[in-house]
């Protein structure tokens, strides 16, 4: 067997497209990766077009450090050499030389940055795979889809082998100073929108309404761990869990039932935009999903959207529950959520909640309220708790 990998390409795909802006992108990226390879003794260098990033850890946990990055598009784990042809069919033989008496297939891929290199791309897979084939390697070659891709790469000043990519997760890097606001509930749906938010490079911060005594201890800790869920994939975040006691109280006590659920949503959004103007938040972000649950309809969405002064993302709108729970288990998160605590709104729900609101009756309730007064004590009685990414992830959660 060859020794360990002596570094590994972080390639970036999507964003090699961004132009001008690809400097700040990468500068996030780096952001990113640097905490999660930081016990690994991993030193970054950025290339053209790719970050390097070396390190003489295992190769499993450079996969696992590297599982919670946006903006990869794979991950190459490389052994470096000179440039003297030697030396590289040595390393070449010594990668290859494992997989002999196996049925896989085999090409060589010569790649060549130092345009300078005497050899050119074409010379190099033909030395190289002669080479490989007079020391006895006994694959078929495959030039097409080779279950085995050794490719070699002139650098300027080294060169690089590698026979694996492993995929990256995607997206854009997580960008710290554009922060979104996600409405996190104990369920499936808005861990999974907060995600996808981050995926396209969004960082968020999350806004739990608890309603205690109605919505027990358990319910709050639960938010927690998906909070703890979602910051492993940015560099940590801000958990705001207000006390929405006295507020649904009121509700309840002078609004029509149907519409509780419409003016709940109504007072989540001044709350957020409340919280979310102390730290320039540009959005808030929701797991509602078109048509999901009656409640979720476009009336009401409408009645919900109404004098919001901030763009409200619904990452899952056109989601079927399948996929949302495919991506909560990718995430990791779907073990919390399925874990049976009410969140307030099952608890103060109506039994048959309006399914398409009318604003006449959506104002006329309202104004019963004090609005202005609820949504301040609202935002009194709300703790902000820092959410820390910690590496690495422990192996229970
Ligand atoms: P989820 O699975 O995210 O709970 P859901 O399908 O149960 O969503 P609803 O309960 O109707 O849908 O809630 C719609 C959205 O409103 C949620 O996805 C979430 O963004 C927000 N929301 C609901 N309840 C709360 C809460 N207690 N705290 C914060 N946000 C909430
Ligand atoms: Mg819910």
Known sequence: ??????????????????????????????????????????????????VLLRTEAEPEDVRKALSTVFGLSGISPIWIVGHDIEVIKEKAWELMAPHC??????????????????????????????????????????????DLPLTVSIEL?????????????????????????????????????????????????????????????????????????LARYQNGLTLYVVNFTALMKTLRAECLDKYMVVLTRRFMMRVAVALLEK???????????????????????????????????????????????????????????????EDCCSLFSPKEPVTRASLKVVHREERKLDIEALVAEAVEHTEALAIEARFPIAEST
Request: net charge positive; aromatic share 6%; no cysteine.
């Open 279 to 341: 730290v320039n938040g540009q959005s808030i972000v929701t797991g509602e999903s078109l048509g999901q649950v009656a409640s979720q309809t476009i009336e009401n969405i409408t009645a919900i959207n109404e004098g919001v002064p901030l763009p409200i993302l619904r990452p899952l709108i056109g989601m079927d529950k399948t996929e949302i729970i495919r991506i909560s288990e990718h995430m990791s998160a779907y073990p919390i959520s399925i874990q049976p605590f």
């Open 157 to 229: 000043k080294e060169t690089w082998l590698y026979l694996d990519t492993w995929p990256g997760l995607g997206g854009l890097p997580v960008n710290g100073k554009t922060k979104h606001g996600l409405l996190l509930s104990g369920g499936i749906d808005s861990p999974v929108a907060g995600h996808l938010i981050q995926k396209r490079g969004g960082s968020i911060d999350a806004i739990y309404f608890h309603t205690p005594p109605f919505t027990v201890e358990a319910a709050r800790e639960k938010v927690v761990d998906l909070a703890n869920v």
């Open 1 to 50: 067997m060859s020794d360990k990998p002596s570094a590994y390409v972080l390639r970036f795909g999507e964003l090699a497209l961004k132009g001008r802006n690809q400097d700040r992108f990468v500068d996030d990226l780096i952001k990113i990766v640097k905490p999660r390879v930081k016990h690994l003794g991993g030193k970054l260098e950025k290339r053209h077009k790719k």
């Open 101 to 146: 008496n196996s049925d896989k297939t085999f090409a060589v891929r010569g790649r060549r940055a130092n345009k300078r290199y005497p050899m050119n791309s074409m010379d190099l897979q033909l030395e190289l795979a002669g080479f490989l084939l007079d020391q006895g390697l006994d694959l078929k070659v495959d030039l097409k889809h080779p």
